[in-house]
């Protein structure tokens, strides 16, 4: 038996190993407990899974910690409970007669999890749609506000590594939750002391299984965004190269393009089928040159002219493009946001439809070219916290007051238009073909109206360190990290000196040279979260901020400089990743 463990966790495991657990699970901590492994235990069981910025996210096994069966019965009774509490049923008496959707990725378990959660959720007297087979997240983003639902889940670790999977919970707007539904769904979680409260015995008669009605819903939103459809017609012979690295994208990317007019669009045949294992990547997701080899090569063959690849559960996307070189390169989740925003931008302002009431969002990390564009416009530009449901807030604060065109993150997530509440693969393809058909029509390449955005725009380039640090003395490091961070602000970064801290663990912003402080507002997207910035006098910004659904910490570095020529292009880009470098050099990242 071990005996290097602490008392909180040996309880917990002394739980799970006499509570009413099936003897499988038992059986392996057993056998962990027999072999003496203390790491893995302490990791399994030190605290319990909690919903973050995106969920429940961890590696699956056996432990309060693990994604497992009863892990995710405990979330789903706990937010079962919390949708009958606030619509005003009562469990013991069938329920309130709300309706959840659900949804899955490709990932292993994935399928079982979701039918563990629409079992929980019939049983507790809610009505269930569950999707037939693996479908995107943003399809249930859409799904919960098409069919009226109180709320919804998909089973998914977007990008994570295989032995990852996780939950994402959506409120009835169709975005994930936020407070105080969030706090309030963890809460009823927390009162649940014993496996024997979770109701696993579902109730058939409230599960209606749903597919192809909603898929077709959906993809008519993502036609409606189209804003150049004759330039489509022009450019429907448009060379694409489309991944959805053994995801969910495979069911409706192509089927989007094809809808779109886009009529030579080429799919990555090894990487088509939906496989947990995801066996021909190291890691799915298309914000790694690894995990787009394969796109790449065949764009190569082709000589395509776009390149575009989805994480599992389509809600991120990827893309490359030929330089002037004639090389492939991938564009990062800065410059595609940049290049959708500038896009929809200069769009709506040719069909006249700037009013004056239209605004874009994105969060506090992503480049800050986009702020630029919308004052030059006269758009009002967003600022939210990291994470998509804080852009989805201000969409829900602001409907029927002020128009979103678009959105975006730098972790590859865009929005176009309000019929989905998350970010969105599926309709962030399309509009990423139409701009490079757009750009084509016009005798220039992407990587063309890229340099031109910069152009008008100044070219701004963002780098990321993202520190990984696993259980919990990594949680514990992380922690400590940013406590140190701010008691010891430097007096100069790469030589440019520290003039606003932007704490956002109190919403305030200090000016360090009168020691000013002033408030940041609370709302519209905002509220007090573990994140500090620091920007410097040449223009720079710095930020960290502890990961709310993986073991990370990030710090994000944005700098800026001119770009007069197209054929500066490379020296610029040169002399700011030095810059970047330096700055992460002198932080003490590198």
């Not at 109701?199 to 599960?207: E, K, Q, R």
């Not at 030059?376 to 201000?394: D, H, M, R, S």
């Not at 750009?439 to 520190?467: C, H, P, R, V």
């Amino acid at each position: 038996m071990s005996t290097g463990l602490d008392a909180l966790t040996q309880n917990k495991i002394n739980a799970w190993l006499s509570g009413n657990y099936d003897t499988d699970t038992k059986a392996k901590i057993q056998s962990l407990l027999d072999e003496n492994k203390e790491t893995e235990l302490t990791d399994s069981f030190y605290k319990d899974l909690e919903f973050g910025t995106g969920g429940m996210r961890g590696e699956m096994g056996v432990g309060c910690n693990r994604m497992n069966k009863y892990t995710v019965g405990s979330a789903t009774q706990g937010f079962a409970n919390y949708i009958n509490r606030v619509v005003g049923g009562d469990t013991n008496h069938g329920g309130s007669g709300a309706s959840v959707a659900i949804a899955h990725d490709s990932r292993n378990n994935s399928p079982y999890f979701a039918k563990v959660a629409a079992d929980i959720f019939s049983a507790n007297g809610i009505k269930v749609f569950l999707f037939n087979a693996l479908r995107p997240t943003p399809e249930l983003s859409f799904a919960i506000r098409h069919l009226g639902c109180q709320g919804g889940l998909v089973v998914t670790a977007s990008h994570n590594p295989r032995e990852y999977n996780g939950y994402k919970a959506y409120w009835n707007d169709g975005s994930q939750v936020v407070a105080p539904h969030d706090k309030n769904i963890v809460a009823e979680v927390n009162k649940i002391q014993s496996v024997d409260e979770i109701n696993f015995v579902g109730n058939p008669d409230l599960i209606t299984m749903i597919g192809e009605e909603v898929d077709a819903q959906y993809l008519k939103t993502i036609q409606h965004n189209s804003i150049n459809p004759d330039v489509i017609g022009r450019q429907s012979d448009l060379k694409i190269v489309y991944s959805s690295i053994h995801g969910t994208g495979i069911t409706l990317v192509p089927k989007a393009l094809q809808l779109l007019g886009f009529e030579n669009v080429s799919v990555v045949e090894a990487q088509a089928e939906p496989n947990g294992d995801f066996p021909t990547v190291v890691y799915p997701n298309p914000e790694e040159t690894e995990a787009m080899t394969l796109a790449m090569n065949q764009a190569k063959e082709l000589d395509a002219d776009l390149v575009i690849a989805t994480d599992p559960d389509a809600d991120r996307v990827g893309a490359a493009v030929k330089n002037p070189a004639g090389e492939w390169v991938l564009l990062n989740g800065n410059q595609m946001a940049s290049l959708i925003i500038y896009y929809l931008l200069d769009a709506w302002k040719k069909a006249g439809k700037l009013t004056g009431k239209e605004f874009v969002a994105k969060t506090i990390v992503t480049t800050n070219i986009i702020d630029k564009m919308c004052d030059n416009q006269g758009v009002k530009c967003y600022n939210t916290l990291t994470g998509f449901k804080y852009i989805a807030a201000v969409i829900r604060e602001l409907e029927g007051k002020e128009q979103f065109i678009g959105g975006g993150e730098e972790s590859y997530g865009y929005l176009i238009g309000d019929a989905v509440r998350d970010k969105d693969a599926v309709a962030s393809c399309a509009m990423i073909a139409e701009l490079t058909a757009y750009a084509k029509d016009n005798g220039k390449s992407l990587f063309d109206f890229l340099t031109e955005m910069y152009m008008q725009n100044g070219f701004y380039y963002e780098g990321l360190i993202s520190l990984t640090k696993k259980g919990k003395a990594g949680a514990e490091e992380i922690q400590q990290m940013m406590v140190n961070l701010r008691a010891n602000i430097p007096a100069t970064v790469a030589g440019s000196e520290p003039i606003t801290v932007l704490d956002y663990t109190n919403l305030t912003s200090k000016d360090l040279k009168t020691g000013e402080i002033t408030n940041i507002p609370e709302g519209l997207g905002m509220e007090k979260s573990n994140v500090i910035q620091l920007v410097l006098a040449d223009g720079t910004k710095v930020s960290a901020r502890p990961s709310g659904t993986e073991p990370k910490i990030k710090f994000y570095v944005s700098v800026n400089a001119p770009l007069n020529r197209p054929e500066d292009f490379e020296s610029v880009l040169s002399g700011l990743k030095a810059k970047v470098s330096a700055i992460q050099e002198d932080l003490g990242l590198k």
